[in-house]
């Protein structure tokens, strides 16, 4: 396992696994003498924690981190910065009946296959609970760039199965946590929540789409031709867990033509376009414009309804699975979604200094 790195210029090392004593990350890079915002970092682990709500899994984790290096009198030192996050409410016996079973769609069987080796408690380290420390590290990145160059992430529940809400341009964070879906349109929320209890209930789950909106980037982060914002966006967002698609703002125009994509200017004197057709990116770099993109998540797929699954001879046996599990990932994606933005903004943000 040697990719548990990610970024240049700012980069986090992820460590731990689900049922081990704890996971953590170590933030690389981070501007010295900046203030760290812990309060932030504390409003994303919350969002982020099992247990916040009937919607999610009842693992309860208070997620309390110790920020073990990097920082002094409440400063980052320019050093490496460690975020220690102890797992408090494993309950590995639970997951005693998967030690010899591959459960369908989760990661089981290629982390056998891979390593010969597995810590089936609780899924290891292929288990989201290892985003714990991607958020407290990106969450501190996300306070920096909004101090500094005012960069705002919102991420909202844009759809559950097929109940999506109305296009939001503007929502804040305070209307997304209104609603434990984290959707910020109130009457789509309450339809998307009673859909996600109705399938926990009969022992079922189910994905959607998380939306985020990314404003006040400035104009030239991105790195060509292997670094394009976009390239790397997409690598950040597609090693969360249980994503399987993300449309960097262009699925809609795909059937358009040239002059229906013809980005007319806006007003004059600076950069910027009428509509914003090209998503805030020409090139693999940033414009200066908003950035917003979608992300597909496939529902969770450890769920207590009987499925068929193979044991670790290939023999196919029924499995209900009987741990504590999450009916829908998106709620506690959020979270993960905005910080992992903004680890990698920061990450570009940094390296556009030394061009
Ligand atoms: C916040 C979050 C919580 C998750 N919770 C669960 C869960 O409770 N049960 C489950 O089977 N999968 C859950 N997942 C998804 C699995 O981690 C993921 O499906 C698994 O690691 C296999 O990887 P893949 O789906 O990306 O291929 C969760 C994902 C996220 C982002």
Redesign the pocket.
Known sequence: MARNSIGKQFSITSFGESHGPMVGSVADGFPSNATIDLDHIRYQMNR?R?GQSSLS?DRDETDDFSLVSGVFEGKSTGAPITFLIPNTDARSKDYSQLKDIF?P???DYTYQAKYKNRDYRG?GR???RV?AGWVAAGAMAESYLKEQLGIEIIAYTQSVGAISCPPLTAPTKEQVDAHAVRCPHAETAEEMQQYIEQLKAHGD?IGGTINCIIKNVPAGLGEPVFGKFNALLAQYMMS?????SIDIGHAKNLLKTGSELSDEPGNAGYWNTKENKNNGLLGGISTGETIAFTLG??A????AKAQTAFDSDFNPISLE?NG???PC?LP??IP?VETMCASLILDLYLESKTN
Not at 240 to 244: E, F, M, R, S, W
Not at 300 to 303: A, E, G, K, T
């Open positions: 982020r099992p899994t459960r769609g989760h990661a899924g292929s288990s989201a985003t789950s969360i867990n249980a994503v399987k998540f496939k969770p797929s450890s769920i699975i504590r599990h999450d990932v506690r994606a993960i």
